[in-house]
């Protein structure tokens, strides 16, 4: 008969459930015998010592109000006086009695508890002697009757005589008295001793209990271990196998218990792995993976619903593609056009950006959330604008080689655009197809920034949001504040210069002189703009952005522009 995994170890469970129950309530049991003696050493043995050195402090007392009291009658004092030490004789004497009568009263009741140290003999002991001072007290009382009878008739011998008598028995009194304190702080001592002793029988019995419970729960586990380690290890080998891209393997089913059933899932598992496995391979050349992922992994990635996030978005395009390609069998266009997408995107990949679509030449990219973090997209994006700019050089490179022409090879070039801001992105198509993409104003304005490289003669432009969050990675060139098609508000735009620290002086040079020669436009102060601009050209020859503005200040000289004129140029070209 085959017993469940389940039932194994809930009877494994309950077995050790039950035993730490009995050990917890012996220890609980045995805990309360502890906390009982030491109850009775603090409400008998204590109290009962106490008593005891009281009396003998009243003894003491007693001892010298009476000389006290005799004193005053040889000296005749008034009656009021003697009143008073008579009183206070009284009243020491009945004190001293209460503590003696307290004192055997505690040691009655531990006695008579059942809670005991196996001391009743020597308590009961105690007790008896304590009676006798209680019945010498009346020999006492007569002879410190005539003690003060004799005080007052004047008799001096027979009151030394008395007094003399009277001081042997409280001497004797006291020795007896002490003799019986000492011996509770003998039986209170002993029977904290015992209390000890026992709490520490409680600490090891309770070890030794836990100790068979874990030595009973070890051979139990082991048992129940040994009819699943074979299984289990099987499991774990083709788990082993599945990690390191095994996707056929196949565990057989030896058992008809919960590891054979895990073990029938792992094997449909790994079926479904392999499946969207072949899904990956055939869909990750034309979506990017971490939306392949989505599809299959992460649903909420790829939701229909869509939402409203802060991205990054590029779009590059090839310069002279159009003119390249005429000439150009299809197949060796498609193999060119294959490099050079593929060095493209894998500058985006490298720098964790989702290649959107490729739109003849051009690509569209972005970065944000989920995939990237909302503080790091924009930095992310211009990195890959650069490494875009980096990889051409290669490319130009290899193109002889891929086009089979040593001479003549035509000029390529690129221009890029990146803006950062508001877009909706989802899953957006019909009902048959759908596009997991991004679309808002921000993705046409980075589609706008790649064509105004046209007029301005750069490669890379970027927006201000896109420049302010990558100031700590790239070095800029502010160009101008333009208003392109589609927008009401103008925007500021920059360049990308390099990476922060990788970029040559000349050109840092030729920021700053630029930033000057902006500052001057922009006041209408058209002589010296001109100067500046002229400056700028001599740093680096050829430069774009300073020939455009140097032809914009012509055409104001001629016709200068409105009183309300405010720097912004409008760009024309989508």
């Not at 906390?35 to 003894?59: C, K, M, R, T």
């Not at 009476?66 to 004092?77: E, F, G, K």
């Not at 070890?207 to 030595?215: G, N, P, R, S």
């Not at 589609?447 to 949001?465: F, M, P, Q």
Request: glycine fraction near 8%.
């Amino acid at each position: 008969m085959r017993f469940p995994i389940g039932l194994k170890i809930f009877g494994i469970a309950v077995g050790l459930l039950i035993l730490m129950t009995a050990v917890a309530l012996l220890s609980m049991r045995m805990t309360r015998t502890v906390d009982g003696e030491l109850a009775i050493i603090d409400q008998n043995y204590f109290p009962a010592y106490v008593a005891l050195a009281q009396a003998n402090i009243h003894s003491v007392e007693e001892s010298a109000v009476v000389r006290r009291l005799l004193l005053a009658i040889q000296r005749r004092d008034d009656a009021v006086k003697l009143d008073q030490l008579r009183q206070q004789v009284a009243a020491t004497g009945k004190t001293r009695d209460e503590r003696v009568a307290d004192a055997r009263q505690y040691i009655n009741r531990q006695i008579a508890d059942p809670l005991d140290f196996d001391d009743n003999i020597a308590l009961a002991r105690l007790d008896e002697k304590i009676e006798a001072l209680q019945e010498e007290r009346q020999h006492y009382e007569a002879v410190l009757g005539k003690l003060l009878a004799a005080a007052e008739a004047g008799d001096k011998p027979l009151t030394g005589q008395l007094l003399s008598e009277l001081d042997d028995w409280r001497d004797d009194f006291d020795r007896k008295i002490d003799a019986a304190r000492s011996e509770m702080r003998r039986l209170a001592g002993a029977a904290i001793v015992g209390t000890r002793d026992y709490q520490r029988r409680v600490v090891a019995i309770g070890i030794a209990l836990l100790a068979i419970a874990a030595a009973l729960g070890i051979i139990l586990a082991a048992a129940v271990t040994l009819g699943l380690v074979r299984p289990v290890r099987r499991l774990l080998l083709g788990t082993a196998a599945v990690e390191h891209g095994a996707l056929d393997t196949v565990v057989p089913i030896t058992s008809r218990d919960e590891i054979g059933s895990l073990t029938q899932s792992f094997n449909s598992m790994v079926g479904e792995l392999r499946a969207k496995a072949q899904i990956r391979d055939t869909f990750g050349k034309y979506v990017d993976p971490r939306i392949v992922a989505g599809l299959l992994d992460r649903p909420e990635v790829t939701d229909a619903k869509g939402s409203r996030r802060e991205m990054s978005i590029l779009f590059c395009d090839m310069r002279g593609f159009t003119a390249f390609s005429e000439g150009m069998t299809p197949a060796a266009l498609v193999n060119v056009l294959n490099r050079y997408m593929t060095v493209m995107s894998e500058a985006i990949r490298h720098n964790n950006g989702i290649i959107d679509k490729y739109i003849g030449d051009g690509i569209m990219a972005y970065w944000g959330p989920p995939f990237t973090s909302a503080e790091e997209h924009p930095g992310l994006a211009c990195l890959a604008a650069l490494d875009q700019l980096a990889g051409l050089a290669l490319f130009r490179a290899e193109l002889p080689e891929l086009i089979g022409l040593r001479r003549g090879v035509p000029e390529l070039d690129m221009r890029i655009g990146v803006a950062t801001g508001d877009v909706v992105v989802g899953s957006i198509g019909s009902e048959q197809i759908r596009n997991y993409t991004v679309i808002g104003d921000t993705v046409n304005l980075a589609s706008r920034l790649e064509s105004a490289n046209k007029s301005y003669g750069t490669r890379a432009l970027i927006n201000e949001t896109t420049n302010r969050f990558a100031a700590s990675l790239v070095e800029t060139r502010e160009i101008d504040q333009v208003l392109v098609v589609g927008k009401t508000e103008p925007q500021r735009v920059f360049e990308l210069l390099g990476r922060k620290g990788q970029v040559d002086g000349g050109r840092l040079a030729l920021r700053d002189a630029f930033e000057e020669a902006l500052a001057a436009y922009r006041r209408k102060d058209w002589k010296e703009a001109r100067a500046d601009f002229e400056n700028c050209l001599e740093i680096i020859p050829g430069d774009g952005p300073s020939k455009v503005f140097l032809g914009r200040i012509a055409q104001f000289c001629t016709a200068a522009p409105s009183p309300d004129w405010d720097g912004v140029w409008s760009l024309v070209e989508k």
